[in-house]
């Protein structure tokens, strides 16, 4: 048997949740907020990043809104998005899209790049120029740090 999870039909119908603008009290974001991060294919650790909460605070969000953990939520919004962008290339395929015809060709029917090319970018040691350069530099590693400390909390 699969491990594969079954989605609802009712969990396809987003309306059937409620009131798209819910807020959970202590939290700055809507519904709507979240499922747009995820219909956009952000990846759990982007999503809390971006809007600027705990894993905690997600799981607390998810309970409250879905009845389900995040991770759980997680996946079955990503699966939803997921399921309407390949309804969304198909019908753009049917219709005649060449890069439709060519991401449908390449990812779904299993054909494979007809020309893709390999691009290589070769980084030597860069040297900020200025102490904004080098701020600049220190956020970037922030983000990654952060980013990598929510995937430690969320164990993925």
Request: aromatic share 12%; with cysteine; charged share 30%.
């Amino acid at each position: 048997m699969s491990d594969y999870k079954y989605i609802k039909p009712s969990l396809l119908h987003p309306e059937k949740w409620g009131d798209p603008n819910q807020t959970v009290e202590g939290l700055n974001f809507t519904r709507n907020d979240f499922e747009d991060l995820i219909d956009n294919f952000a990846a759990p650790e982007e999503i809390a990043i971006l809007l600027q909460v705990t894993p905690a605070d997600l799981d607390r969000f998810c309970n409250e809104v879905y009845n389900m953990d995040f991770k759980t939520t997680y996946q079955v919004l990503f699966q939803r998005a997921n399921l309407y962008f390949k309804k969304a290339m198909f019908s753009l395929s049917k219709s005649g899209n060449p890069t439709a015809i060519k991401v449908a060709a390449e990812y779904y029917v299993g054909l494979g790049a007809v020309d893709k090319t390999e691009n290589k970018i070769t980084f030597i040691g860069v040297m900020p120029e200025s102490e904004s350069d080098l701020e600049k530099l220190q956020k970037e590693k922030d983000t990654k740090d952060a980013a990598e400390k929510v995937k430690e909390e969320f164990g993925l």
